[in-house]
């Protein structure tokens, strides 16, 4: 999570941990941990919940994200005389803390929620937390939310990077480590070091849709036709052994707007439009199917990490190790793993014949390259559980 530094500022002498006094006893409630409320407006405070469950409360919140309804149709208002709306492109802008209402069409802080149970004013705090942001003309009210570097807003991102840190409470259940090396899968960032836990891995399947695979399609990267088999295995075998499966696609507005600035001829009137959100060239190849204990990133450039909130909800779901299968090797799959080192994940795999690129010798370069980021690489039997000496590793 980024926090936004400023210049000069005023202190902030409001504790967010501590609510002021209260004349009249507030009644606590235990919450349902299997069944909270997922849209921001249908949330009780965090300070109305017994104080034996809000931490586990925040965990909850933390590993599902902020509140993103990104193909939500969002609808619009006159404002001032002008049509305005809720734009989801903030979504990437603010990705770490804004989330949507759908019940009310207005904008919440996830940040904000968790950990300032008694807030002021100032900056338009208490708009996010309680009563909902949408002023949709007025979007520099959402930068003015997060404030200067002593803001509110701030303290309490500070408060959820730190709650995060604290795998114990944070992570999601370790299983045995003995028995899954008994299941012959092992993820290590060296042959001498022990193996990583399942439940500790996420497997990104990568830009496995239409208008990237099909032999038709407008965006067809030539090899991954062939890939499908293999990353439907992939997904099968993750699901059998823990791994969390996250669903890393491509959706762009029709009109390119959100586009890189190479690729806007593609969209407009009369245009293919790749990938646009709600067309059929953006959803999944047949054969891979996303459950419901899946997680879905939308993303608008190469790295399923930029302007994402992948990373934060990789943190706060205890992720360290990842698996990464699907298109193309040079760009989306060779940039997410290069970020991936970047952000110190322990332990970044490669599956070999579960990606693919217009070429093999694209293909081939491109895993060359991605050696030299301490990555590691395997042919899609060693995930299968086959012989480790009939895999290609390379451990840097």
Wanted: hydrophobic residues 35%; charged residues 25%; contains cysteine.
């Amino acid at each position: 999570m980024k926090r936004k530094a400023s210049g000069t500022s005023s202190t902030v002498n409001e504790s967010i941990d501590t609510p002021p006094p209260s004349s009249s006893p507030t009644m606590l409630t235990e919450a349902d941990l299997n069944d909270l409320p997922w849209d921001p407006s249908e949330r009780k405070r965090i300070s109305e919940y017994h104080p034996d469950q809000r931490d586990e409360i925040r965990k909850q919140y933390l590993i599902k994200g902020p509140c993103q309804p990104r193909g939500h149709t969002f609808p619009w208002r006159v404002i001032g005389n002008k049509k305005r709306r809720f734009n989801p492109a903030w979504f990437n802008q603010f990705s770490d803390w804004l989330e949507y209402s759908v019940k009310v069409d207005k904008a919440f802080c996830l940040c904000c929620y968790l950990f300032k149970d008694h807030v002021s004013k100032q900056g338009g705090c208490d708009t996010f937390v309680t009563e909902g942001f949408n002023s949709w003309n007025k979007t520099e009210r959402l930068s003015l939310h997060m404030g200067n570097v002593n803001s509110l807003h701030n303290k309490a991102l500070k408060k959820c990077e730190e709650f995060m840190k604290q795998d114990e409470s944070i992570a999601i259940a370790i299983q045995n480590k003995n028995n899954f090396v008994k299941n012959g899968y092992q993820i290590q960032s060296s042959p001498s070091k022990s193996t990583t836990s399942r439940n500790n891995t996420a497997l990104l399947v990568i830009d496995m849709q239409n208008d990237f695979v099909l032999e038709d399609a407008p965006l067809r990267v030539d090899g991954g036709l062939a890939v499908v088999p293999n990353v439907i295995k992939a997904v099968e075998v993750a699901r059998q052994r823990g791994f969390l499966v996250v669903w890393v696609v491509r959706e762009h507005d029709p009109m390119g707007r959100d586009v890189e600035v190479f690729r806007r001829h593609l969209y407009g009137d009369g245009k293919a439009k790749p990938t646009s959100k709600g067309s059929k060239g953006a959803e999944l190849v047949d054969g891979l199917v996303m459950k419901e204990e899946d997680y879905k990133v939308v993303k608008t450039r190469f790295s399923a990490f930029f302007a994402t909130n992948l990373h934060s909800f990789l943190q706060g779901a205890g992720i360290d190790s990842l698996v990464v299968v699907g298109v193309q090797t040079p760009n989306c799959v060779r940039q997410s793993v290069f970020d991936a080192v970047e952000l110190d994940y322990k332990s970044v795999t490669v599956i070999v014949d579960a990606t693919a690129a217009a070429t093999p010798d694209v293909h081939a370069a491109s895993l060359w390259l991605m050696k030299w980021q301490v990555t590691k690489w395997k042919e899609s039997h060693s995930i299968r559980g086959k012989p480790m000496d009939s895999t290609i590793s390379f451990l840097i």
